[in-house]
């Protein structure tokens, strides 16, 4: 009796530690992004069919919506090709390393008031972090795949973050300094009256550019840019490996509104439905509309990329924040 | 680039306006069609591989008089044998064999136009395959005897 009590405190003190509920938390997560990846490629080519008046993938099991998983399939099947004098070690880890940072965010982001692996202190900090070694790991796949195409992708990519984090952060800061908290659900819990997207829209508007800038998708696809560079930073990556760039690109889609929705649009609260299916709406929506853009806007120029960035969003990210304090202070 | 109050503005209702544009025909109904599924009709105008016309008064003959002319004018020698026979009680032959081959066929329609008996047209048969070259030898009296056996 006694040893079945001790095994059963060992038990339950297993599940208590913070490293355990992290691992879970891990665990779901990349059941998660899988999904979420699988149903997003889906919707992707559905969504562009119907922006061009077709209907897009229908063959592959209902509407088409099995699609997903034949071609992961056939990815996964693939030859893992490695062309001839690429850097290996760095070649390998590019795309390990771009996977990584994606499960981090999935750590702190509150799917509702109870769904969250971890409430820390820091936690927009801790997404902001890494999310930064995205571009790092997009330098390492361009610089080891010994390509021009590849690393000039890389090139770009880096310039365009350099670009873009910075409005990025500016506009969060100033939510930040209203909600007085880096915690995620504070954040939240600070739009119980007004979502700040009325209280803050200029920076809901730059950070959801930024956003797109940052998770390199069209019109600021440069790094990528298949008309110019054949496919950028990935162009010597197959099977599984060009999987993981994909796999991160759609998580990374995700990830981004799902912080626009918790900084700008309420996170999980909303009426009579439950918070997980308010947040997952929202978040679909805006990844919809980024979708949209995809299919609207033809790719900006370099220079123009770099103008919209340092010449408007930065200067009125900075006025906004300039704004935001001052009307803070009095 | 500089960007000015009025430029931002103008550029910011260019983007909605794009946007309007592809939502609407994100809603709107599809222009494809579903090719295996349901086959479009083929318009009268369309060049397929030449086919031999029937005659208007019995549907079961053809009107090809066995001339020879399409043969000595087929810029690509694609029209191989056009052979008939004198059938009693008429004035002129009818052909019973008319072998094209269709692999060097250009649809140019020269056949077509010198035909004295107007006795060729084009048909609208727009996918055919097939893993030979013999595939695509036609004898197209032979959609006569087909015709002629059915009924």
Known sequence: MEQIVKIMDINLRFFDLEIVKIAVGLLAAFVFVVFNALILTWAERKVAGHMQLRIGPKEVGPYGLIQPLADALKLLGKE???PRNVDKPIFYLGPIMIFIPVLVAFVV???DSFLQVKDINV???????FSSFTVLAILMAGWGSNNKYSLIGAIRSIAQSVAYEIPLLLSLLAVVMMANSLSLKDVVEAQKGVWFVVLQPVAFVIYFI???AETNRTPFDLPEAESELVAGYHTEYSGMMFALFFLAEYTN???????TVTFF?????GPFLPGIVWFLLKSYFLVFVMMWFRWTFPRVRFDQLLNISWKALIPLAFLNLLVTGGLLKL | MTVTPASFIKGAASLAAGMGVTIKSFFQPVVTSQYPR???EITPRFRGHIKLLASPENPLENMCIACGICVRNCP???IKKVDGEKREGEKRKRATVYMLDFTTCSQCGICVESCPSKALGFSGDFNIAGFKRADFYFDLVKEFDKRKKAS
């Open chain 1, 80 to 82: 893992i090709i490695t």
């Open chain 1, 109 to 111: 982001i509150p799917f």
């Open chain 1, 123 to 129: 936690g927009i900090l801790v997404i902001l972090a």
């Open chain 1, 210 to 212: 930024s956003s797109v």
């Open chain 1, 253 to 259: 889609m995700f990830i981004v509104s799902a912080i």
């Open chain 1, 265 to 269: 649009l309420g996170g999980y609260q």
């Open chain 2, 38 to 40: 349901e086959v479009l």
């Open chain 2, 76 to 78: 690509s020698g694609s």
